[in-house]
């Protein structure tokens, strides 16, 4: 017969140092996304506010919701989460904002009224301050805006529709 002849296993170097070098990216990527993951945790204190069906008609033609008639003017109402304030901004447009604070949210003193000055929404709990305007934060500790539903006027029959 002849000879025993065995395969031979040839490895080209330039295939090594390539397959080192992905090994090398693989791991890099593994720990760069374990960081991400392990850094990018949510502050507990600054959590979502509770989502509610809202779908509330105001009748600007009611007495207690007069003061609405007038640009620059605010109202409450008893929707939402913590009820809702209305604010009339130009002459068709309006806002209105949650009245829950948004830093810890699940905290029944979590709320929202507005101040003396009738620029703020403060929250006398913790502290936080937003703009009547639009639910800006003005100051902390809260860094998240208040949540703002969508608001639709009917000038004729004079009735505003506030909806998420």
């Known amino acids: ?50 989502y509610v ?25 008893p929707s939402g989460v913590r009820g809702i304030v209305v604010y009339h901004q130009s002459p068709d447009v309006f806002i209105a904002l949650e009245r829950n604070c948004t ?15 009738n620029v703020f929404l403060a929250d006398t709990s913790c502290g936080s301050k937003f703009y009547l305007t639009d639910g800006s934060v003005a100051h902390g500790p809260a860094t998240v805006p208040l949540k703002q539903y969508h608001t639709s006027y009917n000038s004729t029959s004079m009735t505003l529709h506030i909806y998420n």
């Open 53 to 77: 069906l809202v779908d509330y008609y105001v009748y600007l033609s009611q007495p207690q919701y007069g003061l609405l008639n007038t640009v620059g003017n605010w109202a409450y109402i």
């Open 103 to 117: 830093f810890q949210p699940s905290t029944s003193s979590a709320v929202v009224s507005v101040d003396s000055s």
């Open 1 to 50: 017969m002849g000879k025993n002849t065995y395969p031979l296993l040839i490895i080209r170097t330039e295939n090594v140092h390539t397959f080192a070098a992905m090994k090398r990216m693989k791991i890099f990527f593994t720990c760069a996304l374990m960081l991400f993951l392990v850094t990018c945790k949510k502050d507990s204190s600054q959590s979502e506010v509770q």
